[in-house]
């Protein structure tokens, strides 16, 4: 088996990966389908919660794909495939453009809801990248803040010099940009610090044992402390519980994202949850 790719003919060997295990190359069959012209792909918002103010800070986009055959699959299924291919990069773009339109019409609509992006390994190697932020930005007139992407640690160290390269371009033009799943990679405070980034999510395997493992909430205290000396936003994934908020406001966490506020949701869901949770958005912090 061989990927092949529709556009370009090229035909894409990379021993590297499982793209040639059949069921890989049919579900990257339709997701390339899916990408054509569907909308089959969809975004759902998960909000960010400033503790101090109780108050929403912005949401997380998480892209969905709803299968006409295998309903839903999930972003962990079908991301490392498209990853392994390229087809990432068109992917990326899909996802910005959907996030960045729904920014808009929130605007539109008096909502000012910052929205995060999750970027892959690939995306920082796209030298492209910046063009088409650039670009969609202007067409959907939304403000460079009121974007965020998300990267992990082990995706800069791939290619440090052009990942920095790339980071730096998105930086200056005023997109906000979040280390992803801290704790979890390859990390290096070096390049930490030299990163233009202004936001460290705690990888939520940590939150969620924090309250049950001393070596955990050891690991969060840490990675709270390390962000705040280096200027960061600290925002921890993963809080489900009353506890968890009460131990990550107690260790001065600025912001929590997890079920315990709500589930990643439709667009059309989240002004009606700010409605009833009783939050206002607010754009100050992070
Ligand atoms: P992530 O960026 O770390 O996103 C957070 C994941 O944690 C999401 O899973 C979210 O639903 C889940 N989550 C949020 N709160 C809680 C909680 O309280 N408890 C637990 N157990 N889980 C929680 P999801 O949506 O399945 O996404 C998984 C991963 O797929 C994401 O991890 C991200 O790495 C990737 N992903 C999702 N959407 C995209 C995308 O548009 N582009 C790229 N490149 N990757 C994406
Ligand atoms: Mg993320
Ligand atoms: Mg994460
Ligand atoms: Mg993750």
């Known amino acids: 088996y061989s990927a092949k790719d529709a556009k370009t003919g090229v035909v894409m060997y990379d021993p590297g990966t499982l793209v040639h295990q059949p069921s890989r190359l049919v579900l990257l069959g339709d997701l390339r389908r899916a990408l054509d012209r569907t909308d089959e792909l969809v975004l759902h918002y998960q909000p960010k919660v400033a503790l101090n103010m109780d108050q929403v800070c912005g949401a997380e986009a998480l892209v969905r794909w709803h299968h006409p055959v295998r309903g839903m699959v999930s972003p962990a299924e079908f991301i490392p495939i498209a990853e392994s291919t390229g087809l990432i990069n068109r992917l990326t773009v899909h996802v910005l453009a959907l996030a960045l339109r729904q920014v808009r019409r ?20 796209d030298t492209s990248l910046l063009d088409t932020v650039r670009n ?21 160290m791939g290619n440090p010099a052009l ?18 799943d801290y704790g979890t990679g390859y ?8 990163l233009p980034v ?39 994934e993963g809080v489900e519980t009353d506890q ?25 869901d989240v002004v009606e949850w700010l409605r009833t949770s009783g939050r206002q958005t607010r754009v100050a912090v992070g």
């Open 106 to 125: 929130w605007l539109d609509d008096g909502h000012e809801i910052p929205v995060a992006v999750n970027l892959s390994p690939r995306c920082l190697l």
């Open 187 to 194: 990390s290096s405070m070096a390049y930490l610090k030299r």
């Open 244 to 268: 968890h908020v009460e131990a990550l406001r107690h260790l001065g966490c600025d912001i929590a994202q997890g079920y315990h506020f709500a589930r990643p949701m439709p667009a059309e």
């Open 198 to 236: 202004d936001e460290l999510k705690v990888d939520r395997s940590f939150v969620l044992n924090m309250t049950a493992s001393d070596n955990d909430a050891i690991l969060v205290r840490s990675a709270i402390d390390l962000g705040h000396n280096l200027g960061l936003t600290v925002v921890a």
């Open 136 to 156: 969609l930005l202007t067409r959907y007139g939304v403000p460079a803040r009121m974007l965020r992407l998300e990267v992990t640690e082990t995706a800069v």
């Open 163 to 180: 990942a920095l390269a790339t980071l730096t371009g998105l930086h200056e033009l005023g997109v906000r940009l979040a280390i992803d």
